[in-house]
């Protein structure tokens, strides 16, 4: 029900030229040009405040948990020990605030080219941004390719946490920047990567995944339900030089953790790895087969 | 990229006045009013052909193979036998085609109240309406709720392929009805409902869920995601009065069966029931647990 009185204002992404998903706004919060794009955070109406890069819709506050929760937990629950995290990318700092919630995580750098998303966050989306000032955060504003090709630090996980292979995050989606990364990564390291939609996304995917074989001897595609993106069904790329999420996943030690998850716990873990044949059969060629599951 | 001399036509659904879905449109195929709700059929640029009841999505070519393959394969496998179905509502035939894929099946009933829907997808989208003449179904244009109440056939499997709780669907969601639905069921039949959005339709579910407590002995909720329904996760409800969907699935009768899916395996079924915490817990006193699962 919309009042009369209220200005019937939207933000609208088109993706493809076929879609459009529109999110009803009360006012904007934040709009300015950084030297890499359009940054935008808008309050709407039952969605929460929202952040938009180059008008492309990257978080909401009503289910930015998902993305968050399933980007950092998945691996981090795969991992027996992961102390030292690399985020690449993750500006708006929910990725960090998850895995900074995992007690053993000693250290995480996290490098993100635009200041300004940074600042547009802590600003604006505080439940978000909240962990950038953990003391065992080390935030660099600063080229994550660069990073990566240049640093002598190893990693336990590295978390590509990007936007869309267009414009500043594109050399985030090459064989270049994967060699790098294979390199910081100690040996039985996991590269978690943003990759894209499961339905509308598959030729990028194919390129993407193609690039990361060879370079790493295990390679997996799991799912997440995202609001706010084109389609629902997304995707994060799993690269690991020594873990199968499955297999080598404990669902004991989430119950450990103690951790409260709003969308993540074992059974999801385990699901989000079971591809619909439709994604699995196009891949093939790329990903690695996965095990199957049993009623416990 | 749009073509300067190609008309922008799109049609737009809205959800609950904050969010707006909009499919490109080239051209409408049928737009009529029946005694129940308007149809319409557009053909879509990217989507295929999309059936539209009342202006709200029922149905797009380029999905549709996820919603009923999921609402129908995932009782059949849990059911050891299922020879006899009843499906209320599902005009488009999606719903029929996928059940009469098990070789077992004697005999579907479907009972759909508005037969302009039934001639709209014979003649606009075949690929779904094609099981409609198949000699095991016996389709009836009459009022579901009302069969439900009278008839005196009993069934393995009833499965309420319905629109959203207004106008001509709202009656199939109160407890006369799942009452009635239970009268007509074998004592391990099973009972499958369209449930609506994981995110946005909470305030639904419950009373939904609350009316089938007490009539169904398990009530579970499983997921799937589709690409025309605003926030891409939505749910089917599964309530039995004897079987549990997980360990009662026996995953190596699906590979007997040998039905080419695109959507739907064992994985999959598997996943579908791992729900998100934040979906588990809103739900608890409604519905069932699930047991947990393992790598095999």
Known sequence: MTKSTEPELWITEEHQGTVRLSFKVAQSLFSQKSSYQQVDVVETRGHGNMLLNDGVVMLCERDEFVYHEMIAHVPLFVHPSPRRVLIIGGGDGGTAREVLRHQGIEQVVMVEIDAMVVDACRRHLPSVSRALDDPRLEL??????????????????????????????????????????????????????????????????????????????????????????????????????????????????????????????????YGAFMLPNFVAEELAGVLDPIPGLSAK
């Open 140 to 269: 660099r504003i600063e080229d994550g390719v660069r990073y990566a090709a240049e640093t002598d630090r190893r990693f336990d996980l590295v978390i590509v946490d990007s936007t869309d292979p267009v414009g500043p995050a594109a050399p985030l989606f090459n064989r270049d920047f994967y060699r790098n990364v294979a390199r910081i990564l100690e040996d039985d390291g996991i590269l978690i990567t943003q990759a894209e939609s499961a339905h509308y996304d598959r030729e990028l995917q194919k390129p993407m995944f193609g690039d990361q074989r060879g370079i790493f001897p295990r390679l997996h595609l799991y799912l997440y339900s995202n609001l706010t993106y084109p389609g629902g069904l997304w995707c994060f790329g799993f690269a690991s030089k020594k873990y199968c999420p499955v297999k080598d996943f404990d669902p004991g030690r989430v119950d450990e953790a103690g951790i409260k998850t709003r969308y993540y716990n074992p059974g999801v873990h």
